[in-house]
């Protein structure tokens, strides 16, 4: 391409881009991914954008081929329009396009529209239980650079964002080798990463995924589970203490963390609002912790009411309280309940608050992870 297709480019873009972009960063992020070019990534992952809904709109910045379920071509859709996917019988119907399955590519490295969000890649359209399922398959890479930047602060040290890209792309590499769902291998939320599309990526994503691209953590030659978690109050956890059996890699160690947000917290509840919330033991009057893991975090938890007792586990109290943490004391004092806490999330592999608190010291990203997964080693994926 020369100097003046480049051009021709960049002022086609801008036109298509002007009606739609809301945020000045989109346009630029866009521009942005039309010099360097789509990353070439050889493995595509399947991610669940939304499930088993009634109706779900599409759409492509470019034309865009409508294909069915075995690759068959349908048709064209033409940019920026938007259409309806809804179930149709046992399959799915796209304006005049049925099938059991359908496949939406757009040319030309374009971007698909999938209900309220751009995103990189194809969509999958297919029927599950009364509704539609709308699926990305989208090349890792490209999936990481909206990951990381949806799973920590973009503005973050590179050191702390690269170390947060190794773990993300550990962690994909290794649910998709051991998902049980022949459909998809990821959704969007908290349950495996946070993905929202072009929404999240920003130029300090692209350059921490690019900076480590392939790696991953590696245990006796093996992608590990790389899990993360926003902070671990201090010390992050054995994994056979908060999940189930030992890993060698899940070790507790001592966590940087101590300047995150969420390194301490607290909640307070009257005791009319905890009962109502725990339920099942009239009125509440104390919370005794039976069993807690080594750093304090909750197991289970006896709750003693005017009713009755009940015995609760740590993790359903995080819930039904909507608790940071599974890392609190209670105490009651006049009929009122305040919970003390500290951290964000299960406490396992690498804290990101205590990640990017080392980068700004100077530690760089491979001594990072080396850290908070003991044993593991950086592994170069082959390409």
């Not at 690498?350 to 760089?364: C, F, H, I, K, M």
């Amino acid at each position: 391409m020369n100097i003046k297709e480049d051009l021709a480019c960049l002022v086609s873009l801008w036109r298509l881009l002007r009606p739609i972009a809301r945020k000045s960063w989109l346009v630029a992020l866009f521009l942005w991914v039309l010099i360097i070019g789509p990353a070439q990534a050889a493995t595509e992952l399947r991610i669940a954008i939304k499930k088993n809904i009634s109706q779900i709109k599409v759409g492509s910045s470019t034309p865009a081929l409508v294909k069915d379920g075995a690759g068959r071509t349908l048709g064209e859709i033409q940019e920026m329009d938007a259409i309806s996917a809804v179930p149709s019988g046992s399959g799915v119907s796209v304006s005049q396009w049925r099938s059991s399955q359908i496949l939406i590519e757009p040319k030309d490295d374009g971007f698909i529209w999938i209900g309220d969000r751009w995103y990189r890649g194809r969509v999958r359209l297919m029927r599950t239980g009364g509704g539609v399922t709308a699926i990305n398959q989208v090349g890792l890479e490209q999936y990481l650079y909206s990951v990381v930047g949806a799973e920590a602060i973009p503005s973050w040290s590179l050191e702390a964002l690269k170390a947060q890209a190794v773990a993300a792309r550990t962690y994909a590499l290794y649910t998709t080798s051991t998902t049980g769902n022949r459909f998809y291998d990821l959704d969007t939320t908290t349950k495996t990463q946070v993905y929202k599309g072009l929404e999240t990526e920003f130029l300090s994503t692209h350059e921490a995924v690019e900076e480590t691209k392939g790696q991953v953590m590696t245990y006796n030659g093996q992608v590990i589970l790389a899990a993360f978690h926003s902070s671990s109050g201090g010390h992050t956890e054995n994994v056979e203490d908060v999940w189930s059996y030992p890993l060698p890699y899940l070790r507790g160690v001592v966590d940087y963390d101590q300047l995150a947000p969420v390194f301490q917290w607290t909640k307070t509840y009257s005791s009319g609002q905890l009962s109502s919330l725990i339920g099942g033991v009239g009125m509440i009057k104390s919370m005794i912790p039976e069993q807690t893991t080594p750093q304090g975090r909750v197991v289970t938890m006896k709750v003693l009411g005017t009713g009755g007792s009940k015995r609760i586990s740590g993790s359903q109290l995080r819930k039904v309280l909507d608790l940071r943490s599974t890392l609190f004391v209670v105490s009651a004092d006049n009929g009122k309940f305040d919970i003390n806490g500290r951290g964000f999330g299960h406490g396992l592999g690498l804290s990101q608050w205590g990640s990017q608190y080392l980068a700004e010291q100077g530690v760089s990203y491979d001594r990072i992870l080396t850290h908070y997964y003991q044993n593991a080693v950086l592994t170069q994926m082959e390409k």
